[in-house]
């Protein structure tokens, strides 16, 4: 790391502590001030903007969660200000996750810092100014050109199909949410569910997303997705309150998902009740792919707020493993197209033990789709597949009948 030692020599020195608990604020500047560094203390990302006006300050203590804001929020606002001082994050969060968040700072040009890890000593901070800490932080990443954000990817429908416009399914609160089991293979127990959107019409009845989503507009599919997320959350608590503890997904398109507005309505609904799982938000490997820097830099957004991200469809996009390898996801979701018939036919069988070592060496669970027949389950259970999902252990179904599904036997999440 940049020696600071120099920098807090200098009596016009100027830091500010960003951080929600008070406490971390008074001891940063006590510490400070005994080194002759005078400090500002705000409590979220929103007022920094104000302290960035020159002189700008020589470094930036930033907290990972923050009273309505996070230390992403952050370093777009220091990024957006030419901020050319040091940052360093502190927080009582995963290594990995702070990792996460200062590469992100990087690419975006900033000065990261080692993370501090809460909590932490004032010795810890005095080291920072006498140039104790020997990172030397990575040159930014030069930007991914990307093409333009994919729509939603449209769902093969059979004809004949009733369509629906789903603007007009969202005003009149036509909209529901099924969901369909995730077994773990090895124990035969349901520890999670996929959220799948459906259509209650007054006239056509239930109708599945082939009839609502092709051809569907941007910002129908955004609250669209706000709808299955916010769903998600309420419905996990009925699951809680019946005594199953399931690890539910949701599908987005990359449009929704790196929208701001996504993080604000997960940062204020997502479950308060300490055994939550988390939720999951499956995006397709090939937009994934296409909008490689923007979903990642979400999905480590997102992962604060204990909400992580699936590669879905894998293995149908031909993707490189190792662009893969750099996206922070904690699933890999084998394509159907795959797992059906790999009981019998090699090549497949093949296909889906590549992608399970892959899964396996990445440290993510693998989740094999569209299992419809046991000799097919199988397999994949020889081959180290950990859940399976597919009409074989149950279809698409409603929050009750879920948890009757479930009835003494569903364990803790994976």
């Given at each position: ?26 001891l ?7 080194i002759?560094?005078t ?12 302290a ?17 804001s ?34 992100i ?13 809460k ?18 932080p ?7 050109e ?9 769902l ?10 789903l ?36 006239v ?11 051809g569907?507009?941007d ?22 309150g019946a005594g199953r ?10 449009q929704?998902?790196?929208d ?41 957004q ?11 469809d ?11 390898k ?7 979701k084998?394509?159907?197209s ?6 019998t036919e090699p ?21 094999a ?5 046991e ?18 252990f149950g279809?698409?179904?409603s929050?009750g ?6 009835a ?7």
């Open positions: 790391m940049n020696s600071l030692a120099t920098v807090a020599a200098d009596s016009s020195y100027q830091c500010v502590v960003i951080d929600d608990d008070p406490d971390i604020c008074a940063i500047s006590r510490v400070l001030s005994k002759g560094v400090s500002l203390g705000l409590s979220s990302a929103g007022a920094l903007a104000g960035l006006k020159a002189p700008h300050p020589s470094i930036i203590f930033l907290d990972v969660t923050l009273e309505r996070d230390a992403i929020d952050g370093i777009r606002i220091l990024r957006q200000g030419s901020f050319a001082g040091a940052v360093q994050l502190i927080s009582g969060k995963d290594p990995e996750l702070l990792n996460n968040i200062k590469a700072g990087e690419r975006h040009g900033l000065k990261m810092l080692d993370p501090l890890q909590p932490f000593r004032s010795e810890h901070l005095r080291r920072i100014f006498r140039g104790g800490n020997d990172n030397v990575a040159p930014a990443a030069a930007p991914h990307n093409p333009a954000p994919l729509a939603y990817p449209a093969p429908a059979a004809d004949p199909v009733t369509r629906v416009d603007t007009e399914a969202l005003e009149a609160h036509w909209l529901d949410m099924a969901y369909q089991p995730k077994v773990d293979l090895i124990r035969n127990r349901v520890v999670g569910a996929e959220g799948l959107a459906r259509i209650n019409h007054p056509h009845g239930h109708l599945g997303p082939q009839s609502f989503l092709p569907a507009p910002a129908a599919l955004n609250r669209l997705s706000e709808f299955v997320i916010k769903k998600a959350f309420l419905d996990w608590d009925v699951m809680a503890n399931l690890h539910l997904a949701v599908n987005a398109p990359v929704a998902l790196i701001p507005g996504l993080v604000k309505l997960v940062r204020e609904h997502h479950p308060r009740n300490p055994n939550w799982p988390g939720l999951i938000i499956e995006v397709t490997e090939e937009e994934a792919v296409r909008e490689f820097d923007a979903v990642s830099e979400a999905a480590v997102l992962r604060i707020y204990n909400v992580t991200l699936a590669i879905d894998f293995g149908s996009g031909y993707s490189s493993f190792a662009r893969l750099q996206f922070p996801f904690i699933e890999i084998l394509d159907k795959f797992v059906q018939n790999c009981a090549m497949n069988l093949s296909i889906c033990q590549s992608i399970v070592d892959l899964a396996r060496a990445t440290g993510a669970t693998c989740v789709e569209g299992i419809e027949s000799s097919d389950r199988i397999a994949l259970t020889r081959l180290g597949c950990n859940l399976g999902q597919g009409y074989l279809r698409p179904m929050v009948k879920l948890i009757d599904r479930t003494g036997q569903v364990e803790e999440p994976l």
